[in-house]
């Protein structure tokens, strides 16, 4: 019995001196964990102990370090969203010079609370509180760059950010011309190669190949830039212009599909390549979209009707607002297509509004003909004509057996006082409604037209042919074994006869020096 007892409180004394190593990170041991933990259980007696053991345990640790640990706190991290906040605040501090100015102005702004309104009962827009602060945005646009007109012309959504888009419209003495700087590029670029094969001594071949004339791009204030626009990630960060769109874009950004990311110096991997990058593609797809969805109720604008309109802007827009419209009735702009018009230029396969013949000569280059006679091309293209301002919406074309327009009313409900909504089935996302005297285009959206069965990229063209086949660059059969060998004996013979020639002129030399 006594050896047993013995044992056992070796065992025990084994047992405890285990429990009482201490940790090599926090220098404690678990013996005097374990006793600190049963006196606080012990003294706060907790219900469900075993379901707070864990907690206790961690707990009592922290205890330890109370008086060594210092009392200063993390510092707290900003979130996206504070720092948004913090930018959007800007928004609604009021300048202090305007604290007194309670006098009614023109503006260039729209009523955005209340096309806020008459989107939400079409069921489309950004709803009341980015409305809100779209609106304050656009005030502190307008408030940076007098312009003469400004409006939301829309959303366009991104794999990253999306953007706020903001239609502007300046007057013809504020706009500023930044296509110098480009045609001044062009023509370095065009001289550049020129004057470097003058200068060599052994200049290259000179390919023979002659790339298509470049289609112009639309001067600022006409066609496809008619318009200025700004874009903005969120209300209340910075705006950033867009530049002009050119025909090559425009023309590109139809047999492309391209995500926008949300950046705008996002370069845009295609086939075939776009001549820019995201900016670029953003400002092609708003052209395109605004030439096929910009529409209102048939009788709000009417054409000019000023002698020489048709020589002078027959191409541009000759329409004004009517100021005896009247407004048409809700049920007849939902019941009939041709109550409604396009009252934006329609864009041609060219890349631009108004068409432009490729085909003739420049000054300069008639200048070089050296007083030669020019004859006509027989094979001169044909002007590319496309329908004419304020065409009805029933002659737009169907989109793979789809009707190109859905019209419906805000409420079927209460249809006296609801609203027309006219939506747009080939680009996605665009919307127009009209009440009264009012009408109003936005368009919120992935920025893409519909695709129908299914997208197929366009496919590189064909491998070009071999080079022709000459005498000069064919390769000779080779030639046989008794061949090489008569053709060695040939030129040793030649050789031995020079070598005797050269030998009878070096006897005969010194017979004439004796």
Known sequence: MDGTLQVSQQVAASFKAFLMKSSSKSNLNLYDHLSRLMMRVIEERPHDVVDVVEDLSHDVKLRLYEDTQSNLQDLQQTTMAEELAEQQRVLYVRAEDAEHEYELMETALPNVSEIAYFLEQAGVGLGREEMQRVFLALKQ???????????????????????????????????????????????????????????????????TYKPPPVVPKESKGTGANKFVYYVCNEAGLPWTKLPSVTPAQITIARQIRKFFTGRLDNPIVSYPPFPGDESNYLRAQIARISAGTQISPQGFYQAIEEEGAEEEGGDEDGIEENPEFEGVPVGELVESLSSWVHHTQHILQQGRCTWVNLAVKNEDESNEDDGDEIEEDPDEPEPEVGPPLLTPLSQDAEIFETPPWSPSLSSSLTPQHAIAVMRSNCWPGACAYAHGKKFENIYVGWGLKYPGDGYSPLLPPPPQNEYPSAPEITEDVDPTVEEEQALQDALDEKQAAEEAEEGDSDEEQDEEDD
């Open 141 to 207: 646009l307008v408030t940076a760059n007098p312009m003469q007109r400004c409006r939301l012309w829309g959303k366009i959504l991104g794999t990253e950010r999306s953007y706020i888009i903001a239609e502007a419209e300046f007057e013809a003495e504020e706009e500023d011309d930044d296509g110098d700087e480009d045609a001044a590029d062009d023509e370095s670029k065009e001289t550049d190669p020129k004057d470097k094969g003058e200068s060599e001594l052994d200049p290259l071949p000179q390919s």
